[in-house]
DNA sequence: AGAAAAGTTGACGTGCGCGTAAGCGTAACG
DNA sequence: CGTTACGCTTACGCGCACGTCAACTTTTCT
């Protein structure tokens, strides 16, 4: 708890995940814990990214998706021509994450339509008596 | 393409799917084509339900999710009781769609943002010369 | 009629995202 | 100083969402 460094327990507690899905991820490469002796310790990089993580996967993106996407948030640690690749491919992500989000606004309009209209026929139903 | 009915191969020229992916969602009860002697026969209904479906994935649903969703949109074939709580049902997805709604937003800004630095650096960067 | 095309039912295989023991090291506590 | 707790690795298992044969019936075309 050095505010630093978090052991693998306090990660679990404070993101809710498993031991289990930490070490899965670093293994897939997402998380990069440092090693005190043989524990990991998690830092702050680690915890920013797990927010990504877990996010991307409330939005259905796979774990190699979301690696991929990893990548986008540290801009500038790379090589020239890498860069250029990386932000293509994030200008890409993105008018993907737009059209997604269009796509869930139309979904909450017709969801919310097809209440209504319920809410209506439950009404007129429930006026006389239900089945009676 | 009696323009009501149509094969196994005409919807999956149509929605981009297997056969093999719609067999699996009639087995789920995800869809309910009728049976022509034994070939299947998919309704302007399976079509709707499918366009649903195959969003639903989009948004990170799983199937079983999808089937239970499904359900809310045809409202009012019920028993009272039972479309009380549907509503209810519906009215919380709903609730969930905006709050995915509007973490995608973010999502989108955050990611936004991360680019056009990306492109600022790259711009400062390549303005004297590449890792020279 | 005979062959190709399309559809059907099993049944096993596969990739992803972890769950779940098994067995071992170590460090912290009473 | 033992034991309890936490952590590590290795490895097999599992549910989901299909892919992929295999073997067979049924149309459809010529």
Not at 36 to 50: C, E, H, I, V
Request: with cysteine; hydrophobic share 35%; net charge positive.
């Amino acid at each position: 708890m050095t505010d630093e460094m978090m052991t693998i327990r306090e990660m679990c507690d404070a993101y809710e995940v498993t031991p289990r899905t930490l070490r899965f991820y670093e293994s897939k490469e997402l998380l990069f814990p440092v090693r005190k002796g043989q524990k990991r310790l998690f830092t702050r990089r680690d915890r920013a990214r797990l927010k990504l993580i877990l996010r991307g996967k409330r939005f259905g993106f796979s774990l190699e998706d979301i690696r991929q996407l990893l990548d986008l948030y540290h801009i500038g640690d790379q090589q020239r021509t890498q860069m250029v690749r990386t932000l293509a491919v994030a200008r890409e992500r993105l008018e993907e994450m737009r059209r997604q989000h269009q796509e869930l606004e139309t979904a909450i309009e017709e969801l919310s339509q097809q209440i209504s209209t319920g809410e209506e026929t439950l009404a007129k139903a429930g006026a006389s008596q239900p089945k009676a």
